[in-house]
């Protein structure tokens, strides 16, 4: 088996038995970008030269790579969100996240590609054109972090991490047949993270297996004084929680989430999952979540809103593109300023400015901004009462498995409702983890989601890794994509 179709947890005892150095799975992986990247186009920054490893100490996954959305801020490597508006632009820091990878002993490989500013669902978005699913090329990734999904599912990366706002690790790691963990909301340091909406952003790990994502997130996790929502509290070791059996858990199975809609085939392979889960010991109830009816909606109000007020910097002033009209119209400035923003943001990214700009314009604000904020609560508040009846929370990832490139680009509604399943865990705070259970007739993979309550990454994880080694669908998509 070649080395860059191994796991993190793998790779981690042949680089500590010095079977390997940190140079030769450095460089097998690039070879393997530069064999197969061309068709998946899951990268637009790689580094080709071995940067060398900050930290000489002996570290347990030092010498590991790790792959990083392009939102995600890496001192000197040029980090564009995918975004014209961005183009050149390299951080003078490190993002907290990166400081912790290097902390470790990791690597950064390069930089993945996304929805340009993290606006979208399939990776269509960037100004470097889209990803493709190693699956089926015709296919979609997710998105928005689509690029680190793909990288990962075509053995391109070790690992890697994504941000997500609404959905945008877990429905990516869904279609590519990877895992992908959204943490609970202040869990991982938002400090270097080039913000979408403020209140729903978090960062978190897309990995092969369970294991990897239990160890990576043990990585990041952690209280930053830089980011005044991280949460202060201790970060448990999630990997010793991975072996705890799951008999006498209560997981409840949501009504709301099993409607019109959800793909045959997605729902069979969530039942037969939500059967396994059973079989295994846990006790199934099944629960209401009442106000999920409005989780759409409440969404695209305040992220949009949020994005509207996090893109006002962008104005050609102090870094990134800037533009002028060739013939005079109103004032030089006020001409800088329209033109730079009309030059450098793509289609999708000037729909969700108008939009929130319009939910918080005056006559509007209270209408729209501030009531979408109480329906939030009321979403919040669902959850709360369901964690004092339940341990977990499983449902479908996404209601489809991946969608044709372009299928829904000229759409915008049916592609906002592709994170139907995935928003309420950044409504509400708490972690979710999307991870393999199933294919459909196409060979096309199917994602479970399992949730818990807020900071209680260590049962989500429990249950997960539990049911990726009963069901055993982790072998099947750890095998080298042979279409590519």
């Not at 706002?165 to 992908?180: L, N």
């Not at 005044?228 to 009504?255: F, H």
């Not at 001409?335 to 108008?354: A, C, N, V, Y």
């Not at 009531?371 to 341990?391: C, P």
């Amino acid at each position: 088996m070649n080395l860059y179709e191994l796991t993190a947890h793998a790779l981690t005892d042949k680089l500590h038995s010095g079977q390997i150095s940190a140079e030769t799975l450095y460089h097998s992986l690039n070879q393997r970008i530069k064999d197969n990247d061309g068709p998946v186009h899951a990268y637009v920054l790689f580094q080709e030269e071995f940067p060398g490893i900050q930290d000489s100490a002996p570290k347990k996954f030092r010498g590991l790579p790790v792959a990083v959305k392009d939102n995600i801020c890496v001192k000197g490597m040029e980090t564009t969100c995918c975004s014209r508006i961005l183009k050149g632009f390299k951080p003078p820091y490190d993002a907290t996240v990166i400081g912790k990878l290097r902390s470790q002993g990791m690597v950064v490989q390069g930089h993945t590609n996304m929805d340009e500013f993290a606006f979208g669902s399939s990776t269509e978005n960037s100004c470097y054109g889209p990803t493709h699913n190693p699956w089926d090329l015709t296919r979609v990734p997710g998105g928005s972090s689509g690029g680190s999904a793909a990288a990962v599912a075509a053995h391109e990366a070790i690992w890697a991490i994504g941000s997500d706002t609404g959905g945008s690790i877990r429905q990516p790691a869904a279609f590519c047949g990877v895992v992908g963990l959204k943490p609970t909301y202040g869990r991982v340091s938002r400090y270097g993270l080039i913000a979408f909406a403020s209140s729903l952003d978090q960062i978190g790990p897309i990995t092969k297996d369970v294991q990897d994502a239990a160890c990576l997130l043990g990585i990041l996790a952690g209280h930053d004084p830089m980011d005044s929502t991280s949460g202060d509290l201790p970060v448990p070791d999630y990997a010793s929680a991975l072996g705890k059996d799951i008999k006498g858990l209560k997981i409840g199975v949501p009504k709301e989430y099993f409607i019109d809609g959800l793909a045959p085939e997605v729902r069979a392979a969530v039942e037969e999952a939500i059967n396994l889960l059973k079989g295994m010991g846990a006790t199934i109830v099944d629960i209401s979540l009442p106000h999920t009816e409005y989780c759409v909606a409440t969404y695209y109000i305040i992220a949009t809103a949020e994005a509207s007020s996090n893109l006002a910097r962008y104005d050609g002033v102090r870094y990134g593109l800037r533009r002028t009209p060739p013939q005079p119209r109103k004032s030089a400035i006020v001409d800088m300023f329209e033109e730079t923003r009309d030059q450098g943001f793509g289609e999708e990214t000037k729909r969700r400015i108008m939009l929130g700009t319009f939910s918080l314009s005056s006559g509007y604000y209270d209408a729209f901004y501030l009531r979408g904020q109480k329906v939030r609560t009321l979403i919040k508040n669902d959850f709360d009462r369901a964690f004092e009846e339940v341990d977990a929370i499983v449902m479908p990832t996404s209601p489809t498995t991946a969608f044709k490139i372009g299928e829904k680009t000229n759409d915008p509604l049916a592609m906002y409702l592709s994170d139907i399943y995935t928003i309420f865990a950044n409504l509400s705070g708490v972690p979710a983890i999307s991870l393999p259970c199933g294919f459909s007739k196409e060979g096309l993979p199917i994602g479970l989601q399992v949730c818990a309550k807020a900071f209680d990454e260590e049962m989500m994880l429990r249950i997960a890794y539990q049911y990726e080694q009963k069901a055993g669908w982790y072998k099947e998509t750890l095998k080298p994509r042979t279409k590519l």
